[in-house]
């Protein structure tokens, strides 16, 4: 019967707990008392009179964006995909460079000269000095054929663009990859931040019933003291969780290439991302998309260019020449021309010659191991990539239903607490539980998503048809 009769005046006491709010304060001694938010920011000097205690971006509209916006912002402010888009723009400019072998050579002369012949002048024994004007001297060259070498190295320059565009497609891939990841890493914060608010907001909840039960005698005081601590360190993990969601929004500022980008929240939460794909699916996908697989095919045929290329040290240079000049002891008194077809053969050394050819197959032997080296290391990857992924899945059911558990836990124990038959230790135990299992069960998340986009990177092409799709540069035939 004693049991009973507390627990009816516990339960009367809780509808006057706004009132005893103004006692309490007054009379429960060694109150830990919390400074408010305002009070701790870093206060910067705006003049000798007065503070600015905020830093504000530019814009002060909030604006709503999703993972698609960061992938775009990315795709156009990156420096890494900035970067790798000038190397394609140069070597293309380099293979312009070498198919102007082919276009004529102009050059233009002008010029005067007074000439003292030595030997004339000492057999005649008389000064011979004269004049020379070169009014203008015009000439002109072109390459008619050169047995192949500069189309060997128009192919080489070729790939080696071709080479420069597949880097480039790999570097987007990453770029989307770390976009992707360092968004469901923000996403998993605000989630953390969330459930460290409610934390405190129900640590509060408790705090003001262990007052109002202990004012009334149905609790001791330890009750109030074990509810203050554990308030406190919920506010510590409030902070911890609000830095946690500062980071997160630096680091995929960063990844986007806007480290100073204005106010943002994101507009969705995380959730589980339908993935159906078989191993033998990803790895078909891999050999036609993974940018790193492209490359190393077309670094073997680079080097299978160049070992055509030194063989051809010997081919002679086939050239047509024109010359028309008008000058000689004054300015305009005659003129002359000469035209002309040459073969010119190059200095021919042997050995050196040999020995570059050698050294040329051994680096194309070498770029075919490396190649092999490359593909294996990729199949690795995405094997790797696929089984982690397969783990994470199988994973979020049996976090899920931990969560549901440590939840039903927790509202059990808050009901015994709040009829006054519960322990403070048993709640804080069921709380701290249900706040792990919601922690654990967004981390579950967190990891198959970035799973899944590791998986999308390492074969190269994003698996649903939903997303930002990354497009892949068709190899191009080239002919030797």
């Known amino acids: 019967m004693r049991r009973i009769l507390i627990t009816l005046i516990a339960a009367s006491v809780l509808s006057m707990t706004q009132s005893y709010a103004s006692i309490l304060n007054k009379e429960i001694k060694g109150k830990a008392k919390y400074p408010a938010s305002e009070d701790v920011e870093p206060k910067i000097k705006i003049s000798d009179k007065g503070y600015n205690t905020t830093i504000e971006a530019g814009i002060e509209n909030t604006i709503e964006v999703n993972l698609d916006d960061c992938i775009r ?11 790798a888009m000038q190397d394609v723009f140069a070597s293309d400019a380099r293979l312009r460079q070498t198919w102007s072998s082919y276009f004529p050579q102009f050059s233009w002369q002008s010029g005067y000269s007074r000439i003292r012949q030595l030997q004339l002048s000492d057999v005649f024994q008389e000064n011979l000095i004269y004049n020379y004007w ?10 008619l054929y050169d047995f192949g070498v500069t189309q060997n190295q128009a192919t080489i320059r070729k790939l080696d663009n071709q080479g420069h565009k597949i880097i480039l497609t790999g570097t987007i891939n990453d770029v989307i990859y770390e976009v992707k990841d360092a968004y469901y890493n923000l996403q998993y914060a605000l989630e953390a931040r969330n459930i460290a608010l409610q934390t405190v907001k129900n640590y509060e909840a408790f705090y003001e019933q262990a007052r109002a039960f202990y004012m009334v005698g149905t609790n001791p005081k330890v009750d109030v003291t074990i509810a203050e601590v554990n308030l406190s360190n919920a506010k510590l993990t409030l902070i911890q969780a609000e830095h946690a969601v500062k980071v997160a929004t630096a680091k995929l500022n960063n990844t986007i290439g806007l480290p100073y980008f204005n106010k943002y929240n994101i507009s969705d939460k995380l959730f589980f991302h339908s993935c159906n794909i078989s191993l033998k699916k990803a790895i078909e996908i891999t050999q036609k998309s993974r940018p790193e697989f492209k490359l190393a095919e077309v670094k073997v045929e680079q080097a299978r260019q160049n070992v055509k290329l030194i063989k051809k040290s010997w081919a002679p240079q086939f050239t047509t020449q024109g010359q028309f000049e008008v000058g000689g002891r004054h300015p305009d008194s005659n003129y002359g021309y000469s035209l002309g077809a040459y073969l ?6 042997g050995m050196l010659i040999k020995h570059e050819i050698r050294e040329a197959r051994s680096l194309y032997s070498k770029e075919e191991a490396e190649a092999i080296n490359t593909k294996n290391n990729i199949y690795f990857e995405v094997q790797s990539a696929f089984f982690t992924l397969d783990e994470k899945k199988n994973k979020i059911p049996v976090a899920k239903l931990g969560l549901q558990q440590a939840k039903e836990n ?24 249900y706040e792990n299992a919601q922690l654990t069960y967004y981390q579950t998340l967190y990891e198959y998503n970035s799973a899944r986009a590791n998986l999308e990177k390492s074969m190269g092409r994003n698996i649903c048809d939903e997303e930002v799709a990354l497009k892949i540069n068709k190899k191009t035939k080239v002919k030797s």
């Open 73 to 83: 912002l990315a795709l156009g402010n990156n420096p890494r995909i900035q970067s």
């Open 134 to 143: 070169v009014l203008g001297q015009i000439s002109a060259s072109q390459l």
């Open 344 to 349: 010119t053969f190059p200095t021919i050394n």
């Open 410 to 433: 927790y509202e059990l124990s808050a009901g015994r607490y709040k009829v006054g038959v519960g322990d403070p230790i048993e709640l804080n135990d069921a709380q701290l539980e």
